[in-house]
């Protein structure tokens, strides 16, 4: 592993007790395997990265955090997540490839939501004409995925923009329409984010 990855996983290690590994695996399943950091441990412990390697621009944060995602642990793939959240003014559109292979992966909600809403969809709010249009083609694609994680993305990445006020109302109606049309489309998760953005529009 890179230095701050190692800096990183040690810092997680170090944070977790065992009784919290074992309530993760209790409330989130055994898809993942689990340190027992809590949330707040894996932000500071991020925090503590970023300053202990301030050098570290776009490819290397990117390339991070692919090295945290890479192995099956909750805690790293959850610091991946907040290392982006982190430094989302250093993504850019064409990170939505890497970010497509860490939902397909996510194995539980309490990763691909983080990273449907405070990754991606706060992601769009920053992208100029040309690249939103990049973007919707992006995720039209993921509303009819296999992958029942990019298809809850493609809703939920429309939350933030709703939150502001500033919601693509025909947007949303057109991923709605994607989404429920696809294979297998209406399943509880998919229909929870849908839930979940008609109460942020107030409908």
Same mark, same amino acid.
């Given at each position: 592993?890179?230095?701050?990855?190692?800096?990183?996983?040690?810092?997680?290690?170090?944070?977790?007790?065992?009784?919290?590994?074992?309530?993760?695996?209790?409330?989130?399943?055994?898809?993942?395997?689990?340190?027992?950091?809590?949330?707040?441990?894996?932000?500071?412990?991020?925090?503590?990265?970023?300053?202990?390697?301030?050098?570290?621009?776009?490819? !290397?944060?990117?390339? *991070?955090?692919?090295?945290?995602?890479?192995?099956? =642990?909750?805690? $790293? #793939?959850? +610091?991946?997540? &907040?290392?982006?959240?982190?430094?989302?003014?250093?993504?850019?559109?064409?990170?939505?490839?890497?970010?497509?292979?860490?939902?397909?992966?996510?194995?539980?909600?309490?990763?691909?939501?983080?990273?449907?809403?405070?990754?991606?969809?706060?992601?769009?709010?920053?992208?100029?004409?040309?690249?939103?249009?990049? !973007?919707?083609?992006? *995720?039209?694609?993921?509303?009819?995925?296999?992958? =029942?994680?990019? $298809? #809850?993305? +493609?809703?939920? &990445?429309?939350?933030?923009?709703?939150?502001?006020?500033?919601?693509?109302?025909?947007?949303?109606?057109?991923?709605?329409?994607?989404?429920?049309?696809?294979?297998?489309?209406?399943?509880?998760?998919?229909?929870?984010?849908?839930?979940?953005?008609?109460?942020?529009?107030?409908?």
């Amino acid at each position: 592993m890179s230095a701050a990855a190692d800096f990183i996983d040690d810092s997680l290690q170090y944070e977790s007790t065992e009784e919290r590994a074992e309530d993760y695996e209790r409330r989130l399943g055994d898809a993942l395997e689990f340190y027992g950091a809590s949330v707040g441990a894996i932000r500071g412990t991020i925090r503590n990265a970023s300053r202990r390697y301030p050098e570290l621009q776009h490819d !290397a944060i990117t390339a *991070l955090a692919s090295e945290l995602w890479a192995r099956p =642990v909750f805690e $790293r #793939r959850l +610091a991946a997540v &907040v290392l982006l959240q982190s430094n989302l003014k250093l993504l850019h559109i064409s990170d939505l490839t890497r970010v497509e292979g860490f939902l397909r992966s996510a194995a539980v909600q309490d990763l691909a939501d983080p990273i449907a809403v405070d990754v991606v969809g706060a992601l769009l709010l920053r992208l100029n004409e040309q690249d939103a249009l990049r !973007a919707r083609a992006v *995720l039209e694609r993921w509303a009819v995925s296999e992958s =029942v994680w990019l $298809r #809850r993305a +493609a809703v939920l &990445v429309h939350l933030p923009a709703f939150r502001k006020g500033e919601g693509d109302e025909a947007g949303f109606r057109r991923t709605v329409r994607l989404v429920t049309g696809a294979q297998d489309g209406r399943v509880e998760e998919v229909e929870e984010a849908i839930r979940i953005l008609r109460e942020a529009r107030g409908s």
